[in-house]
């Protein structure tokens, strides 16, 4: 578990980079919660792919 949070962390900082502005915007949703959706999304995938392999 502690391997797919530290993943899921590599992920969620790819893609908060790339997102940044989008995030910050508000325009989707409050920007606290975006980011932890997709902090979510990140950990659960990279569980995924742990357990694939």
Known sequence: MFKAFLLGLVFWLLVHRLLRDWLYSGEIW????MDLSIFVIAVSGSLWILASL
């Open 30 to 33: 409050h920007p606290m919660l």
